[in-house]
């Protein structure tokens, strides 16, 4: 017997017992005791202490060393200009490590500025942070859970928890159930008491987890710091070395200490520092053009490493945008093609009718809808409920649209019936997992396996499957009736199946990552079938297919870690610990990891992975302050796109690195020759003049070889795995660019000192000769690094393959160094103070002409290189064969 009774109580109905709320005298003795409802301060850095982080870093230390040694050399000049440099590079880093630190919003955002409350018998508003244990707090749709509560009336109630679990789904929640601050109310209306507040709540906890999280040091920061130890050693040994050649020549030893300390200080670097930053910095431009925000700049070049890619699903690998993709009905079957929640689509097949009619069923048993908003369709509520109104306007036809059902009665999704329900005039309509709906359905449902048949068809394609069923209710339009009395004798309408379509690019950016050596792996709170499915259908699950859930994963940190360590693994229902030890585990098996997340609950794994990727549009605050990485668009593809802008920046370092390096041959060449002459032949270049080289005229070029594009073959290759400065490097800057130049540079020196009548052992020539034939070898390393910087373009390539005008920058910073080289060489207090004048016409040749030589000197040994790499690669490919046929 179907009974009437009185519609359940919301959000506005009487105050039902046990939660009238606190007294105002109460509610400020428990604020006194239990504390501000505020998220603890997570320990932020303070502005002064990162600049003085990017004033004393190994490099700047090494600089400030060399500044005070200068000093003490009786050198002022040169002490101040290699502080400048410091401070200079100290406060573009700072300031830009600040802009991108700033994009992201605070974390205290997460949770509602006012809330509702039942005090002293009527409901008022409040500040979030003057929320009490025991407050009663009054929740409508769309409203942010303010603290951890305890349902004690819900009524159609579902709450997004994604930021906590990284399920993608709304979940339904009944009286007794806890929700969680930070997350929020999807649709209904709920009411429930405060349990905890502030740094006790769980979003608290994950904040808390996620600050004690220090994130490794960058690839990029261990290759410099390495570069800068040996850079360190090489200046020290060599200054001691000429210390000592000093002395054995006669000088003495407070003059050959001096002298020794301008030699090491002439090794230093200074111009790599603010290279790399800039570098850096163009690199992070860039992908900010491709929508991916760089929030630490050393992330740019650490995407450059990535070998191992933790991918969440929802949002990153598809397009968060629930959409009904087929409809069956025992009359027929209809697959729908459309976009997002629009209500175009292209519908084929049988049984429209009857799908229309089982749609609107549908509609009227959800709460969500799709809504027109400045030109674009989106969800408004659940998004499978969008989908459902979306459907309803397709199968309704061009330019209609289905009437808003009157619900007089709801009864709302929980847990346990997998389904809900709505009462329309004397209709009951329902709609729920099918397990649910179809056993209480007639011979339509029940007794016929077709349904079941076709939910499991619908399921092995990783669609979502919704069974739909109706019943006439005895009585009067808008009773209400017991839940038990009313969900039983339905009779099935039919089947809907809904799909979150994956990216369209994705499958090429998978693609594109395995072909650049990186291995990827979805790590995600969804379902495991859920998951698994779309990584079938975007060809991310491997062969043979594995697929983890987080309850099952083994205990034994070696067997983990060997089941992660392969390509196209999914873990399903991870809990962030869990989360945070996958990217320890990977990182402990040599992984240079980039983990995506958008919850808070990726917090932590963002901040341990060596790139934390979180998501610009669908992201929380947490995330994102944890990322090094925003990507705008939340789009996968944006990821392989940042790992090739990284492989370039990568490759750019080397290029400058390999240029700065080569001028520092030629600079160290002089002294070689005058401690090797006994002190007989006169020095070619000054301290001073080392100074102008690396940080006036090479610091142009080197910055535009820092802003060189990808190459073509940037996502063909494995991540680099070698060192910035490795044996190909030195050799072709110590065994031939150097060389070459420093050949070049004693010839133009040693031809003005001829030309003016000068021999080997005879005295020094008269000051205006010197004076001259130093202009020349200063010419001449400004001029051969001229045309290095064209060979430092590419490794393999000479210039005039890759085009002389690809890189205008580049063709702009060779002009502006010609202009120095005029100002040092004919400005006259700029050319006294370096202690050189123009050279002679016959030095200028030879000046000239090491533009030819240095590019010669670099295509025969590219020439060479690539000889030897074919015949490398043919004896690879016989051995091959050999064992194929073996």
């Given amino acids: 017997m179907v009974t009437p009774e009185a519609p359940a109580g919301g959000a506005g109905a009487d105050v039902p017992p046990g939660i009238a709320g606190l007294n105002s005298a109460e509610a400020a003795r428990r604020l006194t005791q239990f504390g501000a409802n505020t998220l603890p301060e997570v320990g932020t850095v303070p502005g002064w202490r990162k600049l003085l982080a990017e004033l004393t870093h190994f490099f700047a230390i090494l600089l400030w060393c060399a500044a005070v040694l200068a000093f003490v050399a009786g050198m002022p000049q040169l002490g101040i200009a290699i502080i400048v440099v410091i401070l200079v590079n100290g406060v573009f880093a700072y300031v830009q490590q600040e802009r991108a630190q700033h994009a992201a919003a605070k974390l205290h955002e997460l949770l509602p500025a006012m809330v509702s409350v039942r005090r002293d018998s009527r409901v008022i508003k409040v500040h979030t942070t003057g929320l009490v244990p025991d407050d009663a707090v009054v929740l409508a749709a769309g ?26 789904e709304a979940l339904a929640k009944i009286p007794g159930d806890t929700v969680y601050g930070g997350t929020f109310l999807v649709n209904g209306q709920a009411e429930g008491i405060v349990v905890t507040t502030g740094g006790k709540t769980r979003l608290a906890e994950i904040a808390a987890l996620t600050s004690k999280v220090k994130a490794p040091p960058s690839p990029l920061a261990l290759e410099l710091q390495r570069i800068v130890r040996i850079t360190a050693a090489m200046a020290l040994v060599i200054g001691a070395l000429f210390f000592v050649l000093s002395l054995l ?7 050959a200490f001096l002298f020794a300390i301008g030699v090491a200080v002439a090794l230093v670097p200074e111009g790599l520092l603010p290279t790399v930053t800039l570098s850096l910095a163009v690199g992070a431009q860039r992908m900010a053009q491709r929508n991916a925000l760089v929030r630490n700049l050393q992330a740019v070049e650490t995407l450059g490493s ?99 059902p009157t619900v007089s009665h709801r009864y709302a999704f929980d847990p346990q019936r997998l389904r809900e329900s709505a009462i329309v005039g004397t209709t009951l309509f329902v709609k729920g997992a099918p397990e649910s709906v179809i056993p209480l359905c007639g011979d339509n449902g029940g007794g016929d396996d077709g349904a079941r048949g076709m939910v499991d068809q619908m399921a092995s394609r990783g669609l979502r499957v919704l069974a739909v069923a109706e019943r006439t209710l005895p ?124 919850g808070v609950n990726d917090g932590p794994a963002l901040q341990q992975a060596d790139i934390g990727v979180a998501m610009g549009l669908s992201g929380t605050d947490v995330a ?69 080289l690396d940080i006036g005229t090479d610091l142009l070029p080197a910055l535009a070889l820092g802003s060189e594009a ?20 030195m050799f072709r800057v110590f065994g031939l660019l150097g060389p070459m130049e420093a050949l070049m540079e004693m010839t133009a020196y040693t031809a003005v000192l001829l030309g003016a009548g000068w021999t080997p052992g005879a005295e020094l020539p008269v000051a205006d000769v010197l004076m001259a034939a130093s202009g020349a070898a200063f010419t001449t390393v400004v001029l051969a690094q001229l045309a290095n910087a064209f060979a430092c373009r590419s490794a393999t390539s000479p210039p005039w393959k890759l085009g002389w005008f690809s890189n205008r920058l580049l063709l702009w910073a060779v002009l502006a160094e010609l202009g120095l080289l005029a100002v040092f060489l004919f400005v006259g207090p700029v050319a006294g103070l370096l202690g050189h004048a123009p050279p002679s016409p016959g030095g200028l040749a030879v000046a000239v002409a090491a533009i030819p030589a240095v590019l010669l000197a670099d295509w025969l ?14 004896a690879v490919s016989g051995s091959a064969e050999k064992v194929q046929r073996l």
């Fill in 710 to 729: 990808p190459s073509k073959g940037a996502l063909k290759r494995p991540p680099e795995r070698r060192h910035l400065m490795d044996r190909a490097l």
């Fill in 861 to 874: 040994y590219k020439v060479i290189r690539h000889r030897n790499s074919g015949r490398a690669a043919e």
């Fill in 306 to 404: 990535t070998t191992f890619i933790c991918t969440d699903k929802t949002g990153t690998l598809t397009q968060n945008r629930m959409n009904a993709v087929e409809v069956w009905t025992p009359s027929g079957q209809l697959r729908i093609i459309g976009e997002g929640y629009g209500p175009e689509a292209e519908i084929t097949g049988d049984g429209a009718g009857r799908a229309q009619h089982l749609s609107v069923a549908a509609l009227a048993a959800s709460v969500g809808r799709a809504v027109l908003h400045e030109g674009r369709w989106r969800a408004e509520g659940d998004p499978m409920e969008a989908a459902i109104d979306a459907l309803a306007a397709r199968l309704a036809g061009p330019g209609q649209h289905p009437e808003e």
């Fill in 143 to 168: 409203d942010r859970v303010p603290a951890d509560l305890r349902l004690v009336l819900a009524a159609s109630c579902s709450v997004d928890e994604s930021m906590l679990t990284g399920e993608s």
């Fill in 475 to 598: 009585g009067l339009p808008g009773a209400a009736f017991k839940l038990e009395d009313v969900e039983s004798g339905l009779t099935l309408l039919g089947l809907i199946g809904l799909h979150d379509p994956p990216r369209a690019e994705v499958r090429l950016a998978l693609e594109a990552a395995r072909g650049a050596g990186i291995k990827v792996a979805m790590v995600t709170g969804d379902h495991a079938f859920t998951a698994a499915a779309i990584a079938r259908e975007t060809g991310l699950l491997g062969s043979p297919e594995l697929v983890l859930q987080g309850h099952e994963l083994p205990a034994d940190d070696a067997v983990l870690a060997a089941l992660l360590d392969r390509d196209g693994v999914v873990v399903s229902r991870v809990s962030p610990e869990q989360k945070l030890r996958v990217a320890r585990l990977l990182q402990g098996r040599g992984h240079v990891v980039a983990m995506t997340g958008d």
């Fill in 624 to 692: 994102r302050e944890a990322a090094d990485l925003v990507l705008l668009d939340d789009d996968f593809a944006t990821i392989i796109a940042a790992v090739e802008q990284g492989r370039a920046t990568y490759a750019n370092i080397r290029r400058f690195l390999t240029y700065h390096l080569t001028d520092n041959v030629a600079e160290l060449t002089p002294f070689v020759f005058w401690a090797m002459s006994g002190g007989r032949f006169p020095l070619a270049l000054s301290v001073l003049q080392i100074l102008a």
């Fill in 249 to 255: 020549v006669g000088i003495s030893w407070r003059d």
